[in-house]
């Protein structure tokens, strides 16, 4: 994995699964799925440091306003450690550049959240994942820019298959990682060293 280049550091696109990075730009990584996920872009930052992340993948809805392949942009990422918030002119550029998208908050738990653990989160949050906001504290501790963007796999009353296993919802999976990737390669080229992005990060010195 390399974040350089001749144009200067790029955006890192990280996921938990390399499915949810199928179609998303390079250079990009996957972490694995919670808590670890942490651990594992703090090695990987060691290594590299890019300009900044752009953190995308999967998630349940906590609305039934949320369908399948619906897209979230998170504005806070949040456990019950606390809250992170992800840097509100990025978020406010990328909700320009992508009309159409949800804008709100992702909680992030311990386990893959049933119909009923969906629904209560539902009252804070937008959608729930496993990384978000290990992976928002380990960026903002850096100071390094990031967004996070999460693709609805499972409606809020939906029930995830037993042990992750999502052949049953190829079809789901395939339409959530375009999406995101699609997403992504727009964000990341907005984002680009010296693309006037209207925040000031990303251009040439």
């Keep these: 994995m390399s974040a350089g280049g001749p144009a200067g550091p790029r955006w890192l696109t990280v996921a938990a699964l390399r499915t949810e990075l199928a179609f998303a730009p390079r250079p990009r990584v996957a972490l694995g799925m919670g ?3 942490g651990r594992r872009l703090a090695s990987a930052l060691d290594a590299v440091r890019p300009a900044g992340a752009l953190v995308i993948g999967f998630s349940g809805g906590a609305r039934a306003s949320l369908g ?3 897209l979230v942009l998170v504005d806070r990422a949040c456990d019950a450690q606390g809250e992170s918030a992800c840097p509100p002119a990025l978020v406010a550029d990328a909700a320009r550049r992508l009309p159409g998208l949800r804008v709100g908050p992702a909680m992030t738990v311990g386990e893959i959240a049933g119909p009923e653990g969906k629904a209560r989160h539902g009252l804070d949050a937008l959608v729930v994942d496993l990384e978000s906001a290990h992976l928002a504290r380990e960026l903002a501790s ?8 999460r693709a609805v796999l499972d409606p809020v009353w939906d029930e995830v ?4 296993r999502l052949a049953p919802w190829a079809g789901r999976a395939v339409l959530c990682a375009r999406r995101l990737g699609s997403a992504a390669r727009r964000l990341t080229r907005q984002l680009a060293p010296g ?5 000031g990060i990303g251009r040439a010195p």
């Design 195 to 199: 693309s006037d992005n209207g925040t």
């Design 161 to 164: 298959p037993s042990g992750l």
């Design 35 to 37: 808590a670890a996920a």
């Design 68 to 70: 399948v392949g619906d």
């Design 142 to 149: 850096r100071g390094i820019p990031f967004l996070i963007v």
